[in-house]
């Protein structure tokens, strides 16, 4: 990313492939974990919940009035539900297997706010994918080898989770691994200069 002029850049996040992402930038940063509830509202879409999420993250951090601060938030949408991590190993299986030969279409939210001013940007970024046709023996092997309960839909594009994937279609390819950088560079460029 051109740097324009030194800025102080905080990430509200826990998960460490926001991280990771972020440090390709090569931009100087702090991570703060925000302490937010991400359960869905009643009657919520995928989309507002993602959005709403992102900005609760990046609003929940101590932040000084000096900073940037990033938030961001992942779900994944199936047959009209929303998707998230799966947490055990019987879910993430069962949640796989009923992925397979069908797509599935997931929201990044970015919520980036300057606090000096309350300067905001926030989008969202959809990927969708197409998973192959899968056996569970297939799901198993991939569910022991490479554990992703806390990857939203239950795999990992960025590793072994590549394999499951018949097609890929988004914008920002790194927004399905958690932290859409092709706009985060371009809301941190506009934000400062």
Do not use: W
């Amino acid at each position: 990313m051109t740097k324009t002029k030194s800025i102080n850049l905080v990430l509200a996040s826990s998960s460490r492939n926001r991280e990771v992402l972020l440090k390709r930038l090569c931009l100087p940063f702090k991570v703060r974990h925000p302490c937010v509830d991400e359960t869905p509202h009643t009657h919520e879409c995928t989309e507002d919940t993602v959005k709403r999420l992102s900005e609760e993250k990046a609003l929940a951090v101590q932040a000084k009035s000096s900073e940037i601060v990033i938030g961001s938030d992942q779900l994944g949408e199936f047959n009209g539900l929303q998707i998230g991590k799966p947490l055990t190993r019987e879910k993430n299986i069962t949640q796989l297997l009923s992925f397979a030969g069908k797509s599935v279409r997931f929201y990044t939210g970015l919520f980036v706010i300057r606090l000096g001013d309350s300067e905001i940007r926030r989008g969202i970024v959809t990927s969708t994918i197409k998973f192959r046709t899968l056996t569970r023996t297939e799901v198993v092997s991939y569910v022991d080898t490479e554990m992703a309960l806390d990857s939203a839909g239950g795999f990992k594009m960025e590793g072994l989770g590549i394999s499951l994937i018949e097609n890929f279609s988004s914008a920002d390819p790194t927004a399905i691994i958690g932290l859409p950088l092709i706009l985060t560079s371009r809301f941190l460029r506009e934000l400062s200069t």
